[in-house]
């Protein structure tokens, strides 16, 4: 069956400071993968997401990149934390057959606090 | 992506259904009606999704109007585990990125 990975659970980091938070996928294989952050209150805010190796698209512009170095990796990192990216980072995948994508799968978060 | 309304919040007894409106009015032909639940400080989870058919699985059921405009999400025998916000989500199922994009869902209080 297929899992997710994703740490560290919780993340308390300095103004300025760098961050790199990984995610990676079990059980499957060319997964779509997602970067999505909950601010306050109870929205989701799709970051990035990723079709293939190499390929990211930003939905939102940011203090924040996206990699994905291997098929089932996925990475989320800034040089310089800013106060306002604290929050709850999610990571989440969905497969793919042909054109159909099946429903997303969520990771158990990074709650990232920036002091 | 059409835009979904629900209710901010909602109570249910201990063991009794759980309704969940939805409301999707501008939805397109080739759109899902999806559901996902969180619960607090983890990561949302999958429950369903329908195109017009009612659907059901172990976790609920999906019932959706025949004019598409509006779906209800049932929990049969809601129990304290289910409290949680419920997102109702309209999207295609054709892979543009599979962007879902969440509201502010309904916060479901299951009381005992």
């Known amino acids: 069956s297929q899992t997710i990975h994703q740490w560290p659970a919780t993340l308390v980091q300095p103004v300025g400071s760098p961050l790199s938070l990984e995610c990676t996928v079990e059980?499957?294989?060319?997964?779509?993968l997602y970067w999505y952050r909950q601010a306050a209150g109870r929205g989701l805010q799709l970051l990035f997401y990723s079709v293939g190796i190499g390929q990211i698209s930003s939905e939102v512009p940011q203090n924040l990149s996206a990699s994905r170095p291997q098929d089932r990796q996925f990475i989320l990192s800034s040089k310089k934390l800013l106060l306002s990216d604290s929050g709850f980072y999610l990571c989440a995948w969905s497969g793919s057959e042909g054109s159909i994508t099946s429903p997303l799968h969520f990771g158990n978060g990074t709650r990232l606090t920036v002091t | 992506d059409a835009k979904t309304t629900q209710p901010p919040s909602m109570d249910c007894a201990e063991g009794r259904a759980a309704n969940l409106p939805c409301n999707h009015s501008t939805i397109s032909g080739n759109e899902y009606v999806y559901w996902y639940r969180q619960i607090h400080s983890q990561g949302p989870q999958y429950i369903i999704h329908?195109?017009?058919n009612n659907e059901t699985n172990e976790m609920a059921s999906l019932i959706i109007t025949e004019d598409r405009k509006s779906s209800t999400l049932i929990l049969p025998h809601a129990t304290l585990r289910d409290t949680a916000v419920y997102y109702c989500i309209a999207d295609t199922i054709y892979n543009q990125g599979g962007k879902l994009i969440f509201g502010q869902g309904t916060e479901l209080s299951v009381k005992p």
């Open positions: 329908g195109l017009k």
């Open positions: 059980g499957t294989s060319n997964p779509n």
